[in-house]
């Protein structure tokens, strides 16, 4: 598995971007934040974070702005 295929959880994600895990969920939920079910768990694929991260998206860049996860 490379570094870009790597799976978060949401407590991780919420630690490198600076927000409450309540908050990455939300984005999930929104379709901010691209996430995939993992046997019914929430799961967040390192190349989808650095992919949110580059395209300036309102919230996620607020927070997470320069920020890399791999």
Known sequence: ??????????KQVA???G??????????????LPCVKVSGVVRFRASEL???L???????AAHGKGR???
């Not at 895990?21 to 939300?26: S, V």
């Not at 580059?54 to 996620?60: G, I, L, M, Q």
């Open 54 to 60: 580059s395209s300036e998206k309102p919230h996620a």
């Open 19 to 32: 927000v409450r895990r309540a908050t990455i969920y939300q984005w999930a939920r929104r379709g901010l």
């Open 1 to 10: 598995m490379s570094k870009l295929d790597e799976l978060f959880d949401a």
């Open 68 to 70: 890399q996860l791999v």
């Open 50 to 52: 650095e992919r949110v």
């Open 15 to 17: 630690e490198a971007f």
